[in-house]
């Protein structure tokens, strides 16, 4: 069974800095492509950040390219996202998810998380 579990969210200054982690489980974790998405109230869930599964590359959403990173950690079958310079336009839950780069799309579309909450203000 496909499980994802996010944490690591919260309120935060616009700014500052947040580290989300997802834990994965249920499928091969090292020889996945990973990915963050995130949904803002009234909005559809977008795509973030995804990397390859040896962590070698990494692409972005051009609105955090540059103030957002993504990382991974195989032996913990957990990704991460760091969040730095946080705008009020981050605030969202965010996801984790496996991704597949043929079809530009989240690889488990049914199992989806809890999410965590990120809000961004002063």
């Known amino acids: 069974q496909v499980q994802f579990v996010e944490s690591g969210g919260g309120l935060v200054q616009p700014g500052g800095s947040l580290r989300l982690s997802c834990a994965a489980s249920g499928f091969l974790f090292s020889y996945s492509t990973m990915s963050w998405y995130r949904q803002a109230p009234g909005k559809e869930r977008e795509l973030v950040a995804f990397i390859s599964s040896s962590g070698g590359s990494t692409n972005y959403a051009d609105s955090v390219k540059g103030r957002f990173t993504i990382s991974r950690d195989n032996s913990k079958n957990t990704v991460y996202l760091r969040m730095n310079s946080l705008k009020p336009e981050d605030t969202a839950v965010y996801y984790c998810?496996?991704?597949?780069?043929?079809?530009?799309?989240?690889?488990?579309?049914?199992?989806w998380g809890q999410g965590t909450q990120v809000t961004v203000s002063s």
């Open positions: 998810n496996g991704y597949d780069p043929g079809r530009g799309a989240p690889y488990y579309r049914s199992s």
